[in-house]
């Protein structure tokens, strides 16, 4: 049932997991919400913000998707963080 409470204070300082826990607190989700997402997708906390998380967010919000829009699309579905802008996302809206 769920990322146990433990596994989101339980990450190395400066780690990629804490990084994307900040990250995604700052996108302005609650520690619950943050848990619920990476219960589903526990990969989640080993991609980069730099690199993965933030260009994917930033791509959806140049077609116009909204703050909250992208966070409860991250809710949802938290693997479209892990697709590739430009193997996945861009052929798909191209469709």
């Known amino acids: 049932r769920g990322m146990p409470r433990r596994s989101l204070t339980a990450v190395h300082a400066g780690s990629t997991a ?11 989700m609650d520690e619950a919400q943050v848990t619920k997402a990476t ?11 730099e690199h993965n998380l933030e260009p994917t967010v930033w791509w959806f919000k140049g077609l116009g998707v909204d703050d909250l ?3 409860k699309a991250i809710m949802r579905h938290p693997q479209v963080l ?3 802008v430009e193997n996945n996302l861009k052929p ?4």
């Not at 804490?18 to 996108?27: A, G, I, N, Q, V």
């Not at 219960?39 to 913000?49: E, N, Q, W």
Request: proline share 3%.
């Open 82 to 84: 892990s697709y590739s």
């Open 39 to 49: 219960a589903r997708f526990p990969k989640l906390l080993g991609y980069s913000v």
């Open 92 to 95: 798909t809206v191209q469709w």
């Open 69 to 71: 829009q992208v966070k």
């Open 18 to 28: 804490e990084r994307c826990l900040l990250w995604l607190k700052d996108l302005g």
